[in-house]
């Protein structure tokens, strides 16, 4: 083994600059990997962060009655109890919706009110961490309090501390903004206005019942299953995280697997330097070849010189592959860079993930060893005395 070992490093320091240049591909390609991998599952975490902490990890709303689904639901206290028993679930806030026009001083705009039992709604939603001016003490305090998305409340030049006319059905009712929250998410800060539960009913005209329930999970990645066994259970049509996100998610998967496929490429060109490196040595080193065969050496041994060389390449360019991803990925997550659109960033996210790493030196290992298994077959066919008569190419 040591012995093999040793021809095989000398071998590949015959073709150094040609091993060279493919150990600084397959590197760049491992890194590159990382990098893109890192980036993409970072801005999806972030993405689903934001949604799950804004509309929780499941909802349950419309009743199915036979063959259609009844709006929203009626008797939203017995659902919750039945909810509650599940042992996936954390809590449950019910939720009542309606659009409105909201005015203030200086313009008006549509919006959309959510009435909440705060307590209930803190505790499957990050609000009480979404609050970027004002605090929920003051919410809690006014029973007349409402909570404006940052965009909707920068359209409408409001602060706390302001009041607004809110109009329903040709009725308006006035309330003073107790704080403004910002999710990251524009389509939901851009019309969502939290106001106490009681007060929605008001406003409203709904004196009973729900729009909907949010309900937080102790492991969102099981809402999935959760959903079908609750739907079944109350009767009303329960929608996971995943469900109600599909579109967004499939986006995220798309655009990893074509980066991760576009970035491969980089191994790829360089596996097939390797193979015409590893081709041209079997060529120049068939009498070296025929003395090892004729001193005992078996076609496994012949074999294993070559295909140890692109394992030495392999190894020192993946560890150096993981070295430049970490350092890339470091570096990349310190850039400065607003975003805002489907979520909120100042910097460019990215995820530490074990996975990223491992998955680039799986895709390094197929292409190495399928650049580095012909050569090593060809070596090991030769006939020694067919190489010493001068017959073999």
């Not at 193979?275 to 005992?296: C, D, H, P, W, Y």
Request: hydrophobic residues 50%; proline residues 3%; glycine residues 8%.
């Amino acid at each position: 083994m040591i012995t093999n070992l040793k021809i095989a490093l000398r071998f590949l320091l015959a073709k150094k600059r040609s091993m060279l240049m493919s150990l600084i591909g397959i590197a760049m390609g491992v890194a590159f990997i990382i990098l893109t991998q890192a980036v993409t599952s970072g801005f999806q975490e972030l993405f689903v962060s934001a949604i799950v902490g804004t509309d929780g990890a499941m909802r349950v709303e419309d009743k199915l009655v036979q063959t259609k689904y009844q709006p929203g639901v009626a008797e939203p206290r017995l659902v919750t109890e039945a909810i509650k028993r599940f042992p996936d679930v954390a809590n449950v806030s019910a939720v009542l919706r309606g659009n409105v026009v909201v005015q203030s001083a200086t313009r008006e705009d549509s919006a959309q009110v959510f009435g909440i039992n705060l307590e209930d709604h803190l505790s499957v939603s990050d609000l009480a961490r979404q609050i970027v001016i004002g605090n929920l003490e003051d919410f809690r305090r006014a029973p007349s309090g409402v909570i404006f998305g940052s965009v909707l409340a920068g359209r409408l030049g409001l602060r706390p501390g302001d009041s607004v006319l809110v109009s329903y059905a040709g009725r308006m009712t006035r309330y003073r903004v107790a704080a403004i929250y910002e999710t990251g998410v524009n389509d939901i800060d851009k019309v969502r206005v939290f106001m106490h539960m009681q007060e929605a009913r008001l406003l409203l005209n709904r004196p009973y019942g729900c729009t909907y329930l949010q309900i937080g999970l102790h492991d969102i990645n099981k809402a999935p299953a959760v959903a079908a066994q609750i739907q079944l259970a109350v009767g009303h049509q329960a929608k996971s995280w995943q469900e109600r996100e599909q579109v967004w998610l499939g986006v995220f998967q798309f655009f990893g697997i074509m980066a991760y496929i576009i970035v491969a490429t980089i191994i790829v060109v360089a596996g097939l330097g390797m193979f015409n490196t590893l081709v041209m040595i079997v060529m120049e080193k068939t009498k070296e070849i025929a003395i090892l065969r004729s001193m005992g050496f078996r076609r496994a041994d012949i074999a294993f010189v070559f295909i140890m060389q692109g394992a030495l390449v392999l190894v020192i360019g993946v560890l150096a592959g993981w070295g430049m991803g970490a350092l890339a990925t470091w570096g990349v997550s310190s850039v400065p860079l607003k975003i805002s659109g489907i979520f909120a960033s100042t910097h460019i996210m990215v995820a530490w993930k074990y996975g990223h790493y491992i998955g680039a030196a799986i895709a390094s290992t197929l292409v190495v060893a399928v650049a580095s298994w012909a050569p090593a077959r060809r070596a090991a066919q030769l006939e020694p005395a067919a190489i010493i008569r001068g017959a073999s190419q």
